[in-house]
T-cell receptor, first 114, second 113 residues
Framework: DTGVSQDPRHKITKRGQNVTFRCDPI?????LYWYRQTLGQGPEFLTY????????KSRLLSDRFSAERPKGSFSTLEIQRTEQGDSAMYLC????????????FGPGTRLLVL | AQSVTQLDSQVPVFEEAPVELRCNYS??????LFWYVQYPNQGLQLLLK??????LVKGINGFEAEFNKSQTSFHLRKPSVHISDTAEYFC???????????FGKGTMLLVSP
């Protein structure tokens, strides 16, 4: 069990640029989640996948955000035309299955939009 | 929709003292309850979870929590804290049958010698 990994760990970008983050879940986990955490707040749910299917998206996920999990393994989260309000920690988690299963979190990608 | 309230943003405590971190939730349906810990520059780690059965749940690192349905609470306790317990603690809820977690704002536990 190598844990959930995320890349990059830190990203600084200028407003208006596009950024893409990658998450590699624990290998036997079929569910993958994205959360966003801003300073002083708990993580907020963005979206989740079961295998390659995106099953739920939060209303927080504006049209500028898109997530994929093309082969049911790793996932990418892309933010287009970044805004300063997108500055946050983006967390990825994975689990084996249903809601009772523990979600294992990665270390996060910290995004700073200048 | 469900929500989680963590009443204390910071809890300072001396080493070897007991501690309680409070968590209240709101939901119209049955829920699962979780406590996660986040050490600096690390991801969230599960401390314990309540799914069903005994209302007293024991977790890692000597922590325990008690589910109180009538008070809609899930407070986290440790009888004697260590310096290494200094971290941010998050209470979370998920609706049974669904996967997504709703987190509270977190409580920073500050343990001093």
């Amino acid at each position: 069990d190598t844990g959930v990994s995320q890349d990059p760990r830190h990203k600084i970008t200028k407003r208006g640029q596009n950024v893409t983050f990658r998450c590699d879940p624990i290998s036997e986990h079929n569910r993958l989640y994205w959360y966003r955490q801003t300073l002083g707040q708990g993580p907020e749910f963005l979206t989740y996948f079961q295998n390659e299917a995106q099953l739920e998206k939060s209303r927080l996920l504006s049209d500028r955000f898109s997530a994929e999990r093309p082969k049911g393994s790793f996932s990418t989260l892309e933010i287009q035309r970044t805004e300063q309000g997108d500055s946050a920690m983006y967390l990825c988690a994975s689990s084996r299955g249903s809601g009772s299963e523990t979600q294992y979190f990665g270390p996060g990608t910290r995004l700073l939009v200048l | 929709a469900q929500s989680v309230t963590q009443l204390d943003s910071q809890v300072p405590v001396f080493e070897e003292a007991p501690v309680e971190l409070r968590c209240n939730y709101s939901s119209s349906v049955s829920v699962y309850l979780f406590w996660y810990v986040q050490y600096p520059n690390q991801g969230l780690q599960l401390l314990l979870k309540y799914l069903s059965g005994s209302t007293l749940v024991k977790g890692i690192n000597g922590f325990e929590a008690e589910f109180n349905k009538s008070q809609t609470s899930f407070h986290l306790r440790k009888p004697s804290v260590h310096i290494s317990d200094t971290a941010e603690y998050f209470c979370a809820v998920s609706v049974t049958g669904y996967s997504t977690l709703t987190f509270g704002k977190g409580t920073m536990l500050l343990v001093s010698p």
